[in-house]
């Protein structure tokens, strides 16, 4: 990784006046839904005391994203993104409105905050296309690798530090993280506002199931974005092992609820240092090569996690799975916005989202299986081994892939 002679220095992306607005109103809007995650979380389980509703959070919130995945995408082509993206906040700002309001009155029931993040869900769903559809359109293609490890920075740093903001508002008063979710997500809907409008090759052809299913059609044409999404969905299937941190802290490691939160910021942290030399000194040279053997490296420091009995080293092994996932997530992402025409971005990016989310939901599933059947160590270090073989495999279907040389000369 060595510096790019075309970037004057690592925050000259920001020269962008719509990628500043857009990289802000992103870190803002992120901060707010953590503190909701946090809070929903432990709203449901004070109502029911059961783990199992805790699973539901997750799913109803996903579910819109895989049922809409046809309708997301093609909205994100067809219309102004920056204007979808103000009025998936604006909804996003009621539902927060609504669990203040649920939460204000005393709810005793759980249905209607389930109702609620349904609700949210939706709007994430079209959100999510459009923001990352409209990130190639603010920045010159030769600087989106800057721009995306920017924004990947941006996500690790609400990630990190925005559940224990919201922990401690809960802390103080349940209604508490509902109310600022509201007001930061009106912040970010007012940055958003302030985006120059954007050139945008929206879709001509009148809505059809042709033009609702051509991302699919282009994903599997287009080996390169195949490869991408598909090694990136069974790397995190197989070496997933956040559901068991649990298991690991109190069973294997001994070290509590405080040892539990370092061991779930491990990966935060790793990832977040790595996106900002990854800002600082974007990959120039042999980025298919880089992006398998990071995979790689997510998969053997799974086995180190896996197999490790002291806390120290745990924690490490955490921080680098977290920082060799980024520099692949990093590759994968700006190869899949180079490699994908403007005016199929948005449907594409739904496809690739629908999958991140599937890999990340079905790879706690596998792993919570996994280790009820052979035990928590063995289903983690096997974890890492498939993970590391699917690095291999890949590699070998994939040799498009592997020869990508230059991020910023891929399209």
């Known amino acids: ?51 199992f509703d805790l699973g539901l959070v997750g799913l109803v919130q996903f579910l819109p994203s895989l049922l809409l995945v046809l309708v997301t995408g093609a909205a994100a082509d067809r219309y102004n993104r920056r204007r979808i993206m103000a009025i998936c906040i604006a909804a996003e700002i009621l539902c927060a409105l609504a669990l203040l309001a649920l939460t204000l009155g005393g709810e005793h029931q759980v ?31 030769a600087e989106l690798s800057t721009a995306i490890a920017w924004n990947s920075s941006s996500w690790q740093i609400a990630t990190i530090s925005g559940p224990v903001m919201g922990g401690l508002l809960y802390g103080l008063a349940p209604e508490a993280p509902y109310a600022l979710a509201a007001v930061l997500m009106a912040a970010s809907i007012g940055l958003v506002t302030l985006i120059p409008k954007p050139a945008q090759k929206t879709v001509p052809e009148p809505a059809s199931w042709e033009s609702l299913g051509a991302g699919f059609r282009y994903i599997w044409g287009e080996k390169v974005v195949l490869g991408a999404i598909s090694l990136d969905l069974f790397a995190v299937l197989l070496g997933g092992a956040t559901a068991l941190l649990p298991a690991y802290a109190r069973d294997i490691l001994e070290v509590g609820p405080w040892g539990l939160g370092l061991l779930r910021a491990g990966p935060g942290i790793g990832a977040l240092v790595v996106a900002i030399w990854l800002a600082r000194r974007p990959i120039q040279d042999q980025a298919g090569l880089i992006m398998f053997a990071c995979v790689a490296g997510f998969g053997a420091f799974t086995c180190v996690f896996g197999a490790s009995t002291l806390p120290w080293l745990s924690i490490v092994a955490l921080a680098l799975m977290g920082a060799f996932d980024m520099v692949s997530v990093y590759i994968r992402e700006t190869l899949i916005q180079l490699w994908t025409p403007d005016s199929l971005r948005g449907r594409v990016n739904a496809v690739n989202m629908v999958f991140v ?55």
Do not use: C, K
């Open 357 to 411: 989310g599937a890999s990340n939901e079905l790879g706690e599933f596998r792993s919570g299986i996994s280790a009820s059947l052979i035990g928590v160590v063995p289903a983690v270090v096997v974890g890492g081994l498939g993970t590391m073989a699917v690095a291999g495999l890949w590699s070998t279907w994939f040799p498009q892939l592997r020869r990508i040389r230059h991020l910023n000369h891929a399209a």
């Open 111 to 141: 249905w209607p905050i389930f109702l609620v993040l349904a609700g949210l869900g939706i709007a994430r769903a079209f959100l999510g296309p459009a923001v990352q559809s409209l990130l190639p359109n603010l920045v010159p293609a």
């Open 1 to 51: 990784m060595t510096a790019d002679p075309s970037a004057a220095e690592s925050g000259s992306i920001f020269r962008h006046r719509g990628f500043a607005y857009y990289w802000t109103a992103r870190l803002i809007a992120t901060f707010a839904v953590q503190f909701i995650s946090v809070a929903v979380g432990w709203q449901v389980y004070d109502l029911t005391r059961d783990p």
